[in-house]
């Protein structure tokens, strides 16, 4: 009972391309300490001017990313701190966790109480770090220090971000319904005659990468994958009530929002035995249950992804033409909004500050630009002023989705320079999850959900990459989980889901 849902005007923007790769930046800088020898507060001003006399606050902002980091990341990042603190009296000390250790990472810092100011978040972890009283409730907080943000935002995505009628993370406005792509080398397509855009399913796969591992050779894999993403989106079909635990979810066109066991749907499980077929075949890379960092280039690949997105991967992976099209929405739920948030420790001494150089992202061209591009005339250069940039280089490691809106960020050179618009036009469009606006409340039940959690990391890896045979492990692996709580789970999101939309 899919429903048609436009968002109150302006819904909106991006997720750039996943161009990422980077470490950790010099500074060994907690939460609440500064760089040199600025360390006390600031009461900065949000018309832009810097205090006189008072020493520059700098935060810690935890960032994903890979490795390595390039050569002038230093110096790119220092020229990002004389602009805000001459903006705001504000500066900001970036870290960067690796796509394969961004998980384990973010765990550590809230399990052990790591300082930091700013954590990127998303939807997988964000309700059970609120319930660990990992973040500051911003709630009255955001009107009063950053009322520029507070506006900027729709209410409806706010209102996606809510835990228990409070503010814990600010939103990234950016493409907030998903659409799903598949995208492909365009030398490969021409050469094996692909019809790509009628291509919709895993199963409509096989015969094309049949074709490309016969004619590429042994060590070709069509199907490249990591151990942590597998096929991304491969539950897209299922909405997780923002839980971040693929196992459990309800349809999002089912009608009745039923809570149901996921791998255990035959839709799923057909793609699954799929993937087994492939990793059996040698379509898959044979290390990807352990592979931790992914390839440059990927012959095909799946992502969340709007109209251009290609031409950002195309000087990622150094390819003339990727293709790409459309599989799945585009499609509102919960988890989709909750998809890139930025939240403020609990424990920070710069809430303020924090709030206003988020503010500042989000309404500062210049400052997108380069927490997005790098370093300008050096990582890119601007064709438009603010609206169009040409990339000079692939090496620039943070990624634009996890930052800020992209309504203020230049489209790049070779993308539609409509391109906001067309992401504006896509949610706009969007249908609806049937529980829309539900995030699962886990305060009562996280124990089950660690425990749950800890079964699904013996097998999710060699599941999601094909490995093991889906037929054999999944029976094994529900049946520990119902051991560890499932049902409980379960019991409580449906009674949750069924109050909540009385």
């Known amino acids: 009972m899919k429903r048609s849902f436009k968002l109150l005007s302006a819904l909106c923007i991006i997720a750039l391309m996943a161009s990422v790769l980077a470490a950790c930046s010099g500074s060994n800088n907690s939460g609440s300490s500064t760089n040199g020898s600025a360390n006390t507060n600031t009461d900065a001003k949000t018309n832009g001017e810097k205090p006189a006399d008072k020493e520059v606050p700098t935060l810690v902002w935890w960032l994903i990313g890979g490795t390595p980091l390039p050569k002038n990341f230093s110096q790119a990042i220092d020229k990002m701190n004389e602009y805000t603190a001459e903006k705001i009296g504000v500066k900001v000390d970036i870290k960067v966790a690796s796509w394969g250790e961004w998980d384990t990472k973010m765990n550590t810092i809230v399990n052990t109480g790591e300082p930091f100011d700013i954590m990127f978040t998303n939807n997988g972890k964000y309700s059970k770090q609120v319930a660990m009283g990992a973040f500051a409730d911003i709630t009255d907080l955001i009107q009063t220090e950053a009322p520029e943000l507070y506006s900027l935002i729709p209410e409806q995505v706010w209102n996606g971000t809510k835990i228990n009628g409070k503010f814990y993370s600010v939103p990234t406005y950016k493409d907030s319904s998903l659409s799903q792509y598949w995208v492909y080398d365009d030398k ?10 009628n291509i919709k399913t895993l199963q409509d796969l096989d015969k094309p990468f049949m074709d490309m591992k ?19 989106g491969l539950f897209n079909d299922y909405d997780d009530m923002t839980l971040g635990f693929a196992p459990i979810g309800v349809k999002t066109d089912d009608p009745s929002r039923k809570v149901v066991s996921v791998f255990e749907q035959p839709d799923v499980m057909a793609n699954l035995k799929m993937l087994h077929k492939w990793y059996k075949a040698g379509i898959i890379n044979p290390d990807a249950p352990t592979k931790v960092e992914g390839e440059k280039y990927r012959p095909f690949f799946a992502a969340q992804a709007f109209p251009g997105a290609e031409v950002g991967w195309q000087i990622n992976a150094n390819v003339e033409k990727y293709v790409m099209n459309k599989t799945l929405g585009p499609i509102y739920t919960t988890s989709t909004i909750q998809g890139s948030l930025n939240a403020i420790s609990a424990n920070s001494k710069y809430k303020k500050e924090a709030l206003k150089y988020l503010q500042l992202v989000n309404t500062d061209s210049k400052l997108r630009n380069m927490l997005a591009f790098g370093e300008q005339d050096v990582d890119f250069k ?8 040409e990339r000079v280089t692939d090496t620039w490691p943070l990624a634009a989705y996890t930052q800020g809106t992209f309504f203020n960020m230049a489209v790049t050179k070779g993308a539609p320079e409509d391109q906001w618009e067309q992401v504006k036009k896509l949610n706009e ?7 829309l606006g539900f995030a699962l409340d886990v305060t009562d039940i996280q ?11 013996k097998y999710k890896y060699e599941l999601i990459t094909g490995a093991s045979d889906p ?6 692996m529900i049946s520990e989980m119902k051991n ?3 049902d409980t789970i379960m019991q409580k999101a449906q009674e949750q889901i069924d109050n909540y939309f009385k």
Do not use: H, W
């Open 429 to 435: 469009e969007a249908t609806a999850s049937t529980i």
């Open 471 to 476: 037929e054999k492990i999944v029976p094994k």
């Open 214 to 232: 016969a004619g590429e050779g042994k060590n070709f894999y069509p199907l490249n994958l990591t151990q942590n993403e597998g096929v991304n």
């Open 447 to 457: 124990t089950e959900v660690a425990n749950c959690t800890a079964v699904l990391d």
């Open 188 to 197: 490969l397509v021409q050469k094996y005659n692909i019809d790509f855009q």
């Open 382 to 389: 601007s064709v438009d002023g603010d609206r169009v940039v």
């Open 484 to 486: 560890a709580g499932m």
